[in-house]
């Protein structure tokens, strides 16, 4: 009898620990193709799909939650979630508060103007530049000399003033670029010089001492690496590896 209680004492406990082993994640749902609300009004993009094979590969149950992108490590800071699945580069700056999983994806940066605008990239003195507030794309344009720049709180934002002609020219990320310019808005647009290689990683960040978690994660990114799932996420959204 006792042994059978004991037995059911650790049944009821394992089942316990699996029920509480939720993990919330925070995005922003405003940088389509990678985070995003779609026509129904839930989540979707890369991001998210990467976050559900990554939970699923760790048995634990993702709960997201939304923040604005200004505030969205302070969100994480104040435990609003257990960690940000949002496209967010790994900086020296970010680590100062945030510590970050292995990467997830590569990126890189690029500008957008109007087609037949003439725009020199290498001469953008004088113009408008827009970039998202709080983006390495908002650090390097308030780099380029001359130039007069505007930050914008979404990505989305952005797109709009530089398809109003409110900007001249948008420093972004290159691979959300690339999406918006297939879209109806973007069509008239065009990448302009290369791509501006910085050497951008993009990681998961999590609350500085949370090393199981991390783990975890790193772990569940190799699974996923491993077995096929991140290919068929990534074929989904782009027709070229962006690993």
Request: charged content about 25%.
């Amino acid at each position: 009898m006792k042994k059978m209680l004991l037995v059911l004492m650790a049944l009821i406990l394992v089942s316990g620990h699996a029920l509480a082993d939720k993990i919330r994640i925070g995005t922003e749902g405003a940088y389509p193709p990678f985070n995003m609300i779609d026509k129904n009004g839930k989540l979707a993009g890369f991001d998210i799909d990467i976050a559900k094979a990554l939970c699923d590969k760790m048995g634990a149950d993702c709960v997201f939650v939304t923040q604005d992108w200004d505030g969205i490590i302070p969100g994480l800071l104040a435990g609003k979630y257990d960690a940000i699945i949002a496209s967010m580069s790994i900086t020296d700056e970010r680590k100062k508060a945030v510590d970050f999983t292995d990467r997830y994806y590569s990126n890189s940066l690029a500008l957008i103007a109007r087609k037949g605008s003439k725009v020199d990239p290498g001469n953008l003195s004088g113009l408008s530049i827009g970039a998202q507030r709080a983006t390495i794309a908002a650090e390097h344009a308030q780099k380029i000399k001359g130039a007069r720049v505007k930050l914008y709180d979404t990505q989305e934002n952005a797109y709009l003033d530089l398809a109003s002609g409110r900007i001249d020219v948008l420093v972004t990320d290159r691979l959300p670029g690339y999406d918006w310019l297939k879209s109806p808005q973007g069509k008239e647009f065009q990448f302009i010089g290369d791509p501006i290689d910085i050497g951008d990683q993009i990681g998961i960040a999590v609350r500085k001492g949370e090393d199981k978690l991390r783990e975890r994660f790193n772990k569940a990114i190799d699974a996923i690496r491993a077995d096929g799932t991140y290919d068929r996420i990534n074929a989904k959204y782009f027709p070229f590896s962006i690993y």
